[in-house]
């Protein structure tokens, strides 16, 4: 089955400053990839998600791209701002609602003021 | 329109009791999950409906847990003698296409 690693587990960042997030995978057939932002006490929202047919997605602060060759995807957060503190989750899924997602472990980004 | 809906949004149980957790999904959403989280950890992945087919029971932790979906829409998540291992946040979600939408969970404490 799939098998999804995400890093960092807790990130630190100054307000303004940029954030980055790596998730891998291992099953080469997965061609869906979403990105969960879970703040304290609440469920996981999709914020941004991308398909294997294109390498990079950008929503105004929020990018995700991906690298099939090499198995692995990125969320960036660019001036970064307090309300973007969060536990985020990266996930994988073979796509076409044919199978479940599956998540990596999340990092807990913290914005410092 | 309406979204993911789960009850109770708490519920705090004596050790042995058993459980039933509801799920109320999005409306013509053909697939269903139930998912586990403990504080401060991931999302573990308990069970799995997609519209007749036989459920993925994969994810379940024991014989304890058991889910059912009744007429392809509300689902519950059954947990019978439950043990303090078991609180934790159990959220579903219903999907369309790939797209996971969640509930807002239940909380659930077993002194």
């Known amino acids: 089955g799939e098998n999804v690693e995400q890093h960092p587990s807790t990130l630190s960042v100054q307000e303004g400053d940029s954030a980055v997030i790596k998730c891998t995978y291992s099953d080469s057939a997965s061609n869906y990839f979403p990105w969960y932002k879970q703040e304290l006490g609440k469920r996981p929202q999709l914020i941004i998600d991308i398909r294997s047919n294109v390498g990079e997605k950008k929503d105004q602060r929020i990018a995700v791209t991906l690298n099939k060759t090499a198995k692995h995807f990125s969320l960036h957060i660019t001036e970064t701002q307090p309300e973007d503190s969060a536990v985020y989750f990266c996930?994988?899924?073979?796509?076409?609602?044919?199978?479940?997602?599956?998540f990596g472990k999340g990092t807990h980004l913290i914005i410092q003021p | 329109g309406a979204g993911v809906s789960q009850s109770p949004s708490n519920k705090v149980t004596e050790k042995g009791k058993d459980v039933e957790l509801r799920c109320d999904p999005i409306s013509g959403h053909t697939a269903l999950y139930w998912y586990r989280q403990s504080l401060g950890q991931g999302l573990e992945f308990l069970i799995y409906f997609q519209g007749n087919s036989a459920p993925d029971k994969s994810g379940l932790p024991s014989d304890r847990f058991s889910a059912e979906r009744t007429g392809g829409s509300v689902s519950t998540l059954t947990i019978q003698r439950t043990q303090q291992e078991d609180s934790a946040v159990y959220l579903c979600a219903s999907t369309q296409a790939e797209t996971q939408y969640f509930g807002p969970g239940t909380r659930l404490l077993v002194l």
């Open positions: 996930a994988a899924a073979l796509g076409g609602g044919a199978d479940g997602l599956t």
